[in-house]
């Protein structure tokens, strides 16, 4: 294994070495390898490269260094400058995981059930991707998630930049009935005053994260932006129903017009606890 010192020597190391692997904690990836899913011919380890595990400020953003571990964002000093992110990476697993997986390997793996998903996609954090020769670009973290954009060979997320909103945002998983683990659904919601908007992300029932845009909207012209912010307990269950029906919809008709019956019991299930999930991260923001 190579353990380049910084972020340059690793895409060095992985454009000298197409075959290889770069791994950050290794939760993810040496699970794939320990059960014979992967065959890395190489591994680029990036857990001595400092530049990544802190952050710094920057034109009113965070920039994130992908080799933060959830248990470095769930410190409180985390927690007061992004505290969805760090609700999330507390939810992140047990113990052992949080303290080697890290912020870029959770995104790089892309699961459904990543917990940091929901909440960089509601934050619209972009992504600093570190390429061959210095080379960086940003690309907004939905293009990687939705496959519009990939990373190319030789590349590795870098940073995360996420805008510093300085008001409320919450993040609520829910894990299966076996006892907390990996979410079954979750939902992230955050206030921008400045924007006068609400962002809402619903994170493990769908490939990707989904943002719910017409519920968005129609919450946040809602609020009293100048005032106190604050909704009946009525708007944010409707709120929440909104989001829900939007994640997971009725039954299209079929092509002929015929009867698209309704939801099965299991997704009406999910998209009941969506519905809960989204009232009370929404009720919890605007508290
Ligand atoms: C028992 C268990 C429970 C878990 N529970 C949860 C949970 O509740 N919530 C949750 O969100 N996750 C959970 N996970 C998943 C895992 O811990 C996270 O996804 C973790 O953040 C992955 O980070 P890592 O540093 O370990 O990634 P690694 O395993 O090192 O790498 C994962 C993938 O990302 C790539 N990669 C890593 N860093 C970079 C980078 N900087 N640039 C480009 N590619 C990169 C690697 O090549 C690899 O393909 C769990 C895992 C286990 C084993």
Redesign the pocket.
Known sequence: MTLPGSLDEAVAALTAMPAA????????????VNSGLLRPAGLVG?GRINE?RGWQYQDGHALLG??L??ARMGRPDFAALIPALAT?AR????PQ??N??????????A?P?????PVLAALEATLVIAGPGGGRREIPIGHLLTGFDM?RPG????YVRVPLLHAPQTFL?A?GRTG????VASVAVVLDPARRNVRCAVGAVAPMPLRPLDAERWVASLIDWDGERTLAPEACAAFGDYVAAACIPDPAPGPDGADPGTLPPAALHLRRTVATLARRALGRALA
């Open positions: 692997v770069p791994v950050a904690g290794g939760t993810d990836l040496m699970a794939a990036l990544i992908a080799g571990t959830h999330a939810a992140a697993g047990p995981i949080r080697a997986g890290t912020l870029g390997g959770n995104i790089a793996s699961a059930t990543g917990d940091a998903l990373l590349e590795l997320i870098g998983k894990t907390p683990g990996r979410a």
